[in-house]
């Protein structure tokens, strides 16, 4: 059983819409992230979080918005959206946060699409 | 090499054949990760290479690290069919919370 949900898998909207992608690990962990995947570009950090609060944000645009309601939760509410958000948004997560923690554990990924 | 500005790297091997793939970094970092990513999946860490050491091994595959020409290599001795997927190295070099860093990664597909 995948311990890293991720839903949608996909979705496809509209320019200017907004989208929430869900992440909800149940791996017991206290850090989570978010990173994007597109063709243009290789894997990027996003987002990390630590107990619920925001530790590092690489992303310019205010558009994104990590939002994380439980411990096990990240979603990420994406405003405004353009064809350029069109990636796919990988959640992640690890034991314990802060640098060089070992391993990552990704989710299968949603993948979206913005026409 | 995986890193910069380079493509996406692809390989093309036989069944039973190694193959390494290469990773260059660039500035001091304390780990380098070794991930694969199947079609259509979320990249899954496959081993992990720490600055103190130069090799490291786990079943078929072994890395290594340079740090002094800041460089790692994944090797996968007499490879299969399912050992075809994306490989990418990463690095924690741009310090951050847990902030890892992925190179472009490579394609390698073997054949039967």
């Known amino acids: 059983d995948p311990k890293i949900i991720q839903k949608p898998k996909y979705l496809v909207a509209v320019t200017g819409s907004e989208k929430i992608l869900i992440c909800e690990q149940y791996l017991g962990h206290n850090a989570m992230y978010w990173y994007r995947q597109s063709a243009k570009k290789p894997l990027e950090f996003m987002f990390s979080y630590s107990y619920q609060k925001l530790m590092d944000n690489q992303t310019a645009s205010s558009r994104f918005q990590p939002q994380s309601s439980k411990k096990n939760h990240l979603d990420l509410q994406i405003t405004a959206l353009k064809p350029d958000d069109s990636a796919t948004y990988f959640c992640a997560s690890s034991r314990t946060g802060g640098r060089n923690t070992g391993q990552l554990y990704f989710g299968e990924g949603s993948k979206l699409t913005v026409l | 090499s995986q890193w910069g500005e380079e493509n996406l790297q692809a390989l093309s091997i036989q069944e039973g054949e190694d193959v390494t793939m290469n990773c260059s970094y660039k500035t001091y970092t304390t780990v380098v990760h070794w991930y694969r990513q199947d079609s259509g999946r979320g990249p899954a860490l496959i081993i992990l290479?720490?600055?103190?050491?130069r090799e490291k091994r786990s079943g078929r595959l072994r890395a290594t690290l340079d740090t002094s020409s800041q460089s790692s290599s994944l090797s996968i001795t007499a490879a299969q069919c399912e050992d075809t997927a994306v490989y990418f190295c990463?690095?924690?070099?741009?310090?951050?919370?847990?902030?890892?860093?992925f190179g472009k990664g490579t394609v390698l597909l073997v054949s039967p």
């Open positions: 990463a690095t924690d070099w741009d310090s951050g919370y847990n902030k890892l860093t």
């Open positions: 290479i720490r600055s103190n050491e």
